[in-house]
Nanobody
Framework: QVQLVESGGGLVQAGGSLRLSCAAS????????MGWFRQAPGKEREFVAA????????YHADSVKGRFTISRDNANNTVYLLMNNLKPEDTAVYYC??????????????????WGRGTLVTVSS
């Protein structure tokens, strides 16, 4: 089993920045990739970004490319999502997830094996 705990959500004004953290513990040696997803009220959960467990590859959704950056701290088994130039439409619950595989540009919630409980990000206009 792998446990994931997110932190760093909150309320921010449009144009501001936040950094989300996801601490992984347990059988992390089996994990190939970590990702961030988000779910806005009344909408489907959508992919945001993914990073290979080694950190050598990343992939970002077009909707956040250039504004969000996924990274990881190998020593602490922690993955980050730096979110800059936030917009009201970025308001959502953000979930950290882990996968046994690396899927390049083809990410969906169906390929993720573990999930955190989520952290709420609210962007005011």
């Amino acid at each position: 089993q792998v446990q994931l705990v997110e932190s760093g959500g909150g309320l921010v004004q449009a144009g501001g920045s936040l950094r989300l953290s996801c601490a992984a513990s347990g059988r992390t040696f089996s994990i190939a990739a970590m990702g961030w997803f988000r779910q806005a009220p009344g909408k489907e959960r959508e992919f945001v970004a993914a990073i290979r467990w080694s950190g050598e590859y990343t992939y970002h959704a077009d909707s956040v490319k250039g504004r969000f950056t996924i990274s990881r701290d190998n020593a602490n088994n922690t993955v980050y999502l730096l979110m800059n130039n936030l917009k009201p439409e970025d308001t959502a619950v953000y979930y950290c997830a882990a996968s046994y595989g690396w899927y390049g540009s083809r990410w969906s919630q169906d390929v993720m094996d573990y999930w955190g409980r989520g952290t709420l990000v609210t962007v005011s206009s």
